[in-house]
């Protein structure tokens, strides 16, 4: 049984930085396309970025691109999201998610079997 633990959610100023952990336990970390989700208040849960198995090749959704990265550890089975210049509208509940989607499905929520038990992040005005 794969379980992911997700941690490192808090609440900061906007402009400030956080980094979420994904601990993954019970599968082949090594196999799993790793990816971050979250989801606002009275919102849908949405993609924000992933990092491919093969290679590491990462894809974030626009709205984050050039202020988060995601990187893997293989040798700890965990997966980082590095949240810079943090914004009001980050404010949500993040959620690591592994799963073996093609490249065209990479920010498919449906897509991917496991799921942490998210990390609330607030960013205050």
């Known amino acids: 049984q794969v379980q992911l633990v997700d941690t490192g959610g808090g609440l900061v100023q906007a402009g400030n930085s956080l980094r979420l952990s994904c601990a993954v336990s019970?599968?082949?970390?090594?196999?799993?396309?790793m990816a971050w989700f979250r989801q606002a208040p009275g919102k849908e849960r949405e993609f924000v970025a992933a990092?491919?198995?093969?290679?590491?090749?990462?894809h974030y959704a626009d709205s984050v691109k050039g202020r988060f990265s995601i990187s893997r550890d293989k040798a700890n089975s965990a997966v980082y999201l590095q949240m810079n210049m943090l914004k009001p509208e980050d404010t949500a509940v993040y959620y690591c998610a592994a799963g073996r989607p093609i490249l065209s499905a990479i920010a498919t929520e449906s897509i991917y079997y496991y799921w942490g038990q998210g990390t609330q992040v607030t960013v205050s005005s």
């Open positions: 019970g599968g082949s970390f090594s196999t799993y396309t």
């Open positions: 990092i491919r198995a093969s290679g590491g090749t990462t």
